[in-house]
């Protein structure tokens, strides 16, 4: 590993304007500054803030190993940066050249340097590059974090708006499932529907699977201890949306549904409800 | 001792769960129904569990045997107020409890087993 030189920083820190600048106009022209989601004054604050923050890190740290105590404000600094950034909804790419913008200014200041000396040139130049690529590896990781962060966020959030529980008459509730049924799914199906069933006191329950894809055996199974828990709080349930292809593949597979009480759509499913409840549905004259 | 009690109510026995239940009290549950049952001659039996938020598979096993030696003793049982967590549980330790009647809340249950005496 090659630490970057005494030189070097100095030479660093002297240039801070310059380097800032150029590195601020290395990002314009690759119209990384320009985008409308993020103002131009808080790019600025932010090349600003983080050339302070990597000279103070090259003067205190070792430069050859950004994971040590000295770079902890840097490595801060980076997260902060790659959270908002993937917030912001920007890519990988465009966060990552924030930092691999930084080389050229950088190599240009350690070629005018060192136009002496090539061999330290070629030294010091590989200890640059070695910095900023550790850094930029450093961006993208947290980057990838904060994203998968969001889809974490975003699945559990999925999970509890695909489970609406519907009051369709007086006692008579309905659960349209929409997608795949896992058994995690099925687990918080279930409880919400359990829950309601308690908190109305609806003696049928009816669930649709209409939005349902596909029915193996471990849906099957899923759809009869939700049916099963149904009867012993002491209601009914009726599966109702059973499409012709899943009826094929329920009876190809060898699937028991005996005890469950099936119909083709949730009209039928209604109807025979309100016939249990005793309520007919006559036409106004 | 603990006992639970059991309340009798014309022609039907009530039994209202309201302590956390163990191993000996369900035990003791089942000899004291069988008994009462046998001396009112009771033709329906009511179990409230709506008070029952822990089961474990012996308690589960122990509602369906109550639930079936009243029926061979000539008293309909129904199972009522059962917690949705209490399903759940009893689902996934496989204990369906095929034959056991249940319902909603003790008001349903009693029109149950009114409906079910008369018609027999």
């Known amino acids: 590993m090659t630490a970057l030189s005494q030189q070097t920083i100095d030479a660093t820190r002297k240039n801070e304007s310059q380097l800032l600048a150029s590195w601020q106009a290395n990002l314009d022209a690759s119209g990384a500054s320009r985008d409308s989601r993020i103002n131009h004054a808080e790019f600025e604050t932010q090349t600003r803030d983080f050339l302070r923050l990597l000279l103070a890190g090259t003067n205190n740290g070792d430069s050859a190993n950004i994971a040590a105590s000295e770079w902890s404000d840097v490595r801060a600094f980076l997260d902060g940066l790659s959270r908002s950034r993937a917030l912001q909804g920007f890519d990988s790419h465009t966060t990552a050249n924030f930092i691999f913008s930084l080389k050229r200014p950088l190599f240009e200041l350690v070629h005018t340097q060192y136009a002496s000396n090539p061999t330290e040139l070629g030294s010091q130049l590989w200890a640059v590059t070695e910095l900023l690529d550790a850094l930029g590896m450093y961006t993208v990781r947290a980057f990838q974090k904060s994203r998968e962060e969001v889809i974490a966020r975003q699945q559990e959030e999925l999970l509890e708006l695909s489970t609406p529980v519907v009051k369709l008459w007086d006692g008579v509730l309905a659960l349209p499932m929409i997608g795949t049924l896992d058994s995690q799914r099925t687990q918080v199906v279930m409880e919400s529907l359990l829950q309601r069933i308690v908190e109305t006191g609806a003696e049928i329950a009816i669930i649709d699977i209409t939005g349902v894809p596909t029915v193996d055996t471990l849906v099957a199974q899923h759809l009869l201890k939700t049916v099963t828990a149904i009867r012993l709080m002491g209601a009914d349930a009726i599966i109702s949306g059973v499409r012709p292809q899943i009826a094929q593949t329920i009876v190809h597979l060898g699937l028991d549904l005996q005890g469950i009480v099936t119909k083709a759509n949730l009209a039928d499913a209604l109807a025979l409800a309100l016939k249990r409840a005793g309520l007919t549905v006559t036409k106004a004259t | ?120």
Do not use: C, W, Y
Request: hydrophobic share 50%; aromatic share 2%; no cysteine.
């Open chain 2, 1 to 120: 001792m603990e006992r639970i009690p059991i309340l009798r109510m014309g022609d039907f026995l009530l039994v209202t769960i309201q302590v956390d239940m163990h191993d000996e009290l369900a035990m003791t549950l089942q000899d004291d129904l069988s008994d009462r049952i046998s001396k009112t001659s009771a033709r329906g039996v009511l179990i409230d569990i709506s008070a029952l938020d822990m089961v474990d598979s012996f308690i589960g096993r122990m509602i369906g045997t109550i639930s079936g030696l009243s029926r061979i003793m000539d008293a309909q049982t129904v199972v009522v107020g059962m917690q949705p967590a209490v399903a759940i549980t009893l689902v996934e330790l496989g204990l369906t409890l095929p034959g056991v009647i249940t319902a909603l809340n003790v008001e349903r249950g009693m029109s149950l087993l009114r409906e079910r005496v008369q018609s027999e």
